[in-house]
């Protein structure tokens, strides 16, 4: 996993985690779960950049 896809991951998280949120905070459901929605899609992309990188060891 390089260390631009990885910030650019973790970046997409903390978005996530924002809007999550505000959304909370302002009782904004669809802000919310485009939040969670956010995270979701990080930790899989997450995920599939650590099987890549145990399959190029």
Do not use: P
């Not at 998280?13 to 949120?21: A, D, Y």
């Amino acid at each position: 996993m390089g260390a631009d896809e990885k910030a650019e991951n973790k970046k997409e998280e903390l978005g996530g985690k924002l809007k999550e949120g505000v959304g909370k905070l302002t009782g904004d459901e669809a802000l919310e779960a485009q939040g969670q929605g956010d995270q979701v899609k990080s930790n899989v992309k997450q995920a599939g950049e650590k099987v890549k990188d145990i399959f190029k060891k």
